[in-house]
């Protein structure tokens, strides 16, 4: 099916093949590139569904690569997949744009479960034109990508965007780290990890800092609730 198409971009020939063999055994149509600017190449000419991306990779590396496909697809959903495993590195993919980020090794079962997972997020998503989000004088349109208080326009990375969105979805509702890692990270929560604190923080920066009326809160202990009132 084509929603099941796949691009692996990934330089260790055995694990590329690897994953395209694993893929195929599960129903997907898995096509594999061993350097960014084939991968590049192969992306710019098929339609695929979703990316598999190392990030050392020859040619385009994978924090450009992600970069680039980003400015050509919002939607198309790209895993990060690679053995940089410090915090720094996997800020640097979600700014790039990745919507996952897997650490290797790693477990094929784990990385199955998260390709359907975004798979059926993408196929789910359906944001009519013009769609509007909004709280208080913050506004955020779903089909321009534009954010804005007041008439200031703020701009923000990939995932910075995606977690604002959740966050005006469940405007005067609490969500703990847990909902936020699963429903915008699409990963099981990591109580080791503090990606979500630091991206809250990013967001609050751009949104709330420069404003006299802050709109997202803190519950100590608990998670975050952006308030309208």
Known sequence: ?????????????????????????????????????IGYKLFQSHSYNLIILDINLPGIN?????????????????????????LDNKIEGYDAGADDYIVKPFEFKE???????????????????GTILKASDLEMNLDTKEVKRGDTII?????????????????????????????VWDIDFDTNTNVIDVYINYVRNKVDKP???????????????????
């Open 211 to 229: 404003f006299e009326k802050k709109l997202i809160q803190t519950q100590v202990g608990m998670g975050y609730i952006l308030k309208e009132k």
């Open 155 to 183: 701009n923000l990375t990939s995932k910075e965007f995606q977690l604002l969105e959740y966050l005006l979805r469940n405007k005067n509702r609490l969500v703990s780290r847990a909902d936020i890692a699963i429903n």
């Open 111 to 129: 990385l199955l479960m998260k390709i359907r997972v975004l798979l059926k997020r993408t196929m789910n998503q359906n944001v009519p034109v």
């Open 62 to 86: 994978g924090y450009e690569f992600c970069k680039i496909v980003r400015s050509q697809n919002t939607y198309i959903p790209v895993i990060m997949l690679t053995a940089l495993n410090t």
């Open 1 to 37: 099916m084509e929603e099941r198409k796949i691009l692996i971009v990934e330089d260790e020939k055995k694990i590329a093949d690897t994953l395209q063999l694993g893929l195929s055994e599960n129903g997907f149509y898995a096509e594999a590139a061993y350097d960014g600017n």
